[in-house]
């Protein structure tokens, strides 16, 4: 393999501080097994004197230039499946400087340009949903109960991010407590419990009884 660094797989979920292509790397998913051997084999396909910027780009820390990336191949890998003979970054005098990322052609169909953009949220949002993101990662990671699930309604916005402990802790002490309510027979628990965290969100943690 070239684009997929060999290590150790010892990722169960992905946190904010694991990049997408670190993560692609290190997940221990059965999916992300098969991921990897699908870029593996666009980047095979890619033209040679292209695949040096690819793979510098596939293999970024900066998730949006990693994204950017997997559409890159991923679209000339779709061309390539419906039939289209394809050029990469074109040199031809009718482009100029403003040479589009791929033209694809069919000997019946003539050719068209394509030029592969990717639109990435706003920066405050796209980091908001990527602190929710990690929030919900530590609980499915650290909290088990065959009889609670544990649904989590952000509200609110927040410029710092709580702590392992701060979000750990009391969700497990509330879930404990309710388990313990279940096993002694004493009903099933009623009501929502609101947690909040000094300088974050404001988050209602509520449960739902398995069944």
């Not at 000339?76 to 009718?94: A, C, N, Q, S, T």
């Amino acid at each position: 393999m070239t684009l997929i660094r060999q290590v150790k797989r010892d990722a169960a979920v992905r946190t904010k501080r694991i990049s997408l292509y670190e993560y692609c790397c290190r997940s221990k998913n059965d999916a992300h097994e098969r991921y990897c051997k699908f870029w593996e084999e666009c980047y095979q396909k890619y033209p040679q004197v292209e695949k040096h910027r690819v793979k510098r780009d596939f293999q970024s820390r900066r998730n949006e230039t990693h994204l950017s990336a997997c559409f890159e191949l991923f679209l000339h890998e779709l061309l390539i499946r419906l039939g289209f003979k394809v050029e990469v970054h074109p040199e031809k005098p009718e482009f100029g400087a403003d040479k589009p990322d791929f033209v694809a052609s069919k000997p019946a169909n003539g050719e068209f340009l394509l030029e592969a953009s990717c639109v990435f949220p706003g920066t405050e949002h796209y980091k908001l949903k990527m602190q929710q993101s990690d929030v919900v990662s530590l609980i499915n990671e650290n909290i088990e109960s065959n009889k609670i699930r544990v649904v989590l309604l952000f509200q609110g916005f927040t410029k710092s991010e709580p702590g392992r402990r701060e979000i750990i802790d009391p969700i497990t002490e509330i879930v404990r407590r309710w388990e313990d309510q279940l096993s002694k027979g004493l009903g099933t628990p009623t009501g929502d419990c609101d947690l909040r965290w000094s300088r974050c969100w404001s988050h209602k943690q509520v449960h739902e009884i398995l069944l």
